[in-house]
């Protein structure tokens, strides 16, 4: 049973949070605190397996308790409770910054209490899940892990440890004995990228920063990212990134040219597509249906870029709930684009990404701290060197 402690000023929200959870399979709910202080407490009484928080609360904010929390509780899973609004979009970005594991939205231009209940449980529930079976799995008994200098990846039958796969400088192999089907090894010289196209979730925008933060600012190629995020949200997100990357980050408009060293996030509620204008490529942003209950999803922007750039494309998939993204690599895998995928160690839930491991498509499985540098690596294949930049 995964025990809940919900903490919330509101008399009114927390009842909602109770009766969204009342009922769903294998959770029970705990505690209520009123405000972050006394969620320290209760937290310490009744060791609940995940938390849900309030941001704007008396005495101790969310913000403020997620950052005492995680001085003693590192990898209990924290979720947020956010509002569609700027504030409320800014706030969790800031609460996520301070260790927050994820966040919902709450209910708003609904009509009843029932449909307000209905639309928590549809968020929450299946975070609670994933989340908490993350934080089990990460505190049982580990297994013995692979060769040193390569965290995360087993070397290839018969070959020596970290070794790359032919014809692919810089990364090295999908772990064996993952399910799926087996990947065609490629020969001859790597393709030149000229596009690096990532997809995350749940845990994507810390993620995100890590790897955006520790690329070069004259990056010789343009980054799409779709990350599941509600509009209002990516805006403030891709502000964000702007202000503490190397990189320029902006959130994706209908025109906007692609251009080396910038970063396009995909827009809530819309997903990322590419079109090609004479040598030119523009973005279009499309209202089409969600796929896999998702828009932005990581499988569209997957498949235009897949159409447009084949095996000049490097996609990404980083933590994250879920299967988007699956669909969208084996389309690019077709193309002979490459794809690399987020460990399960460092993921904070190994949905997306073990999609993709799981299809047998990814060509590498690497940590979080490893990724921005084989990015880099990869992109400066087929490159005439130069001095690298590093801030703008």
Same mark, same amino acid.
């Given at each position: @049973?995964?025990?809940?402690?919900?903490?919330?000023?509101?008399?009114?929200?927390?009842?909602?949070?109770?009766? =969204? #959870?009342?009922?769903?399979?294998?959770?029970?709910?705990?505690?209520?605190?009123?405000?972050?202080?006394?969620?320290?407490?209760?937290?310490?009484?009744?060791?609940?397996?995940?938390?849900?928080?309030?941001?704007?609360?008396?005495?101790?904010?969310?913000?403020?308790?997620?950052?005492?929390? +995680?001085?003693?509780?590192?990898?209990?899973?924290?979720?947020?409770?956010?509002?569609?609004?700027?504030?409320?979009?800014?706030?969790?970005?800031?609460?996520?910054?301070?260790?927050?594991?994820?966040?919902?939205?709450?209910?708003?231009?609904?009509?009843?209490?029932?449909?307000?209940?209905?639309?928590?449980?549809?968020?929450?529930? &299946?975070?609670?899940?994933?989340?908490?079976? +993350?934080?089990?799995?990460?505190? !049982?008994?580990?297994?013995?892990?692979?060769?040193?200098?390569?965290?995360?990846?087993?070397?290839?039958?018969?070959?020596?440890?970290?070794?790359?796969?032919?014809?692919?400088?810089?990364?090295?192999?999908?772990?064996?004995?993952?399910?799926?089907?087996?990947?065609?090894?490629?020969?001859? %010289?790597?393709?030149?990228?000229?596009?690096?196209?990532?997809?995350?979730?749940?845990?994507? &925008?810390?993620?995100?920063?890590?790897? #955006?933060?520790?690329?070069?600012?004259? #990056?010789?190629? &343009?980054?799409?990212?779709?990350?599941?995020?509600?509009?209002?949200?990516?805006? @403030?997100?891709?502000? +964000? #990134?702007?202000?503490?990357?190397?990189?320029?980050?902006?959130?994706?408009?209908?025109?906007?040219?692609?251009? %080396?060293?910038?970063?396009?996030?995909?827009?809530?509620?819309?997903?990322?597509?590419?079109?090609?204008?004479?040598?030119?490529?523009?973005?279009?942003?499309?209202?089409?249906?969600?796929?896999?209950?998702?828009?932005?999803?990581?499988?569209?922007?997957?498949? =235009?870029?897949?159409?447009?750039?084949?095996?000049?494309?490097?996609?990404?998939?980083?933590?994250? @709930?879920?299967?988007?993204?699956?669909?969208?690599?084996?389309?690019?895998?077709?193309?002979?684009?490459?794809?690399?995928?987020?460990?399960?160690?460092?993921?904070?839930?190994?949905? @997306?990404?073990?999609?993709?491991?799981?299809?047998?498509?990814?060509?590498?499985?690497?940590?979080?701290? +490893?990724?921005? %540098?084989?990015?880099?690596?990869?992109?400066?294949?087929?490159?005439?060197?130069?001095?690298? !930049?590093?801030?703008?």
């Amino acid at each position: @049973m995964i025990r809940v402690l919900v903490v919330d000023d509101s008399v009114v929200v927390r009842r909602l949070i109770v009766d =969204s #959870l009342t009922g769903a399979p294998d959770i029970e709910v705990v505690g209520t605190a009123a405000n972050g202080l006394l969620a320290q407490a209760k937290i310490d009484q009744l060791k609940p397996d995940a938390v849900t928080m309030d941001i704007e609360m008396p005495q101790m904010d969310g913000i403020a308790a997620v950052r005492e929390l +995680r001085k003693r509780h590192k990898h209990l899973p924290v979720i947020m409770f956010s509002t569609l609004s700027a504030a409320g979009a800014s706030a969790t970005l800031e609460a996520l910054s301070a260790g927050a594991t994820d966040y919902v939205t709450k209910p708003s231009n609904v009509g009843s209490i029932q449909e307000s209940i209905a639309a928590v449980r549809e968020q929450l529930i &299946p975070k609670i899940h994933a989340l908490a079976r +993350r934080r089990s799995s990460a505190s !049982a008994p580990t297994r013995p892990g692979p060769p040193p200098g390569r965290p995360g990846l087993a070397p290839p039958p018969g070959g020596r440890p970290g070794a790359p796969v032919p014809g692919r400088p810089g990364l090295a192999p999908a772990r064996p004995g993952i399910a799926g089907p087996p990947r065609p090894v490629r020969r001859g %010289p790597p393709v030149r990228v000229d596009i690096l196209a990532i997809g995350s979730s749940t845990g994507g &925008p810390d993620a995100l920063t890590k790897v #955006l933060q520790a690329m070069p600012s004259d #990056l010789p190629v &343009p980054i799409v990212v779709t990350q599941h995020m509600p509009p209002v949200f990516t805006k @403030m997100f891709a502000e +964000r #990134l702007d202000r503490s990357t190397p990189l320029r980050v902006v959130e994706a408009a209908d025109g906007m040219e692609l251009t %080396p060293g910038t970063v396009y996030i995909a827009p809530g509620d819309k997903h990322l597509v590419l079109q090609r204008r004479n040598t030119s490529t523009l973005i279009q942003l499309s209202g089409a249906p969600p796929e896999n209950s998702c828009r932005p999803a990581v499988d569209v922007m997957f498949r =235009s870029v897949a159409a447009l750039f084949g095996a000049s494309a490097f996609a990404t998939v980083l933590t994250g @709930m879920g299967y988007d993204g699956r669909g969208g690599s084996k389309v690019l895998r077709e193309a002979g684009a490459e794809i690399m995928a987020q460990d399960e160690a460092s993921s904070v839930v190994w949905g @997306m990404p073990g999609a993709v491991v799981g299809a047998g498509l990814a060509d590498a499985i690497l940590p979080l701290d +490893r990724i921005a %540098p084989a990015l880099i690596q990869r992109v400066q294949t087929g490159r005439v060197s130069r001095p690298t !930049a590093v801030s703008r």
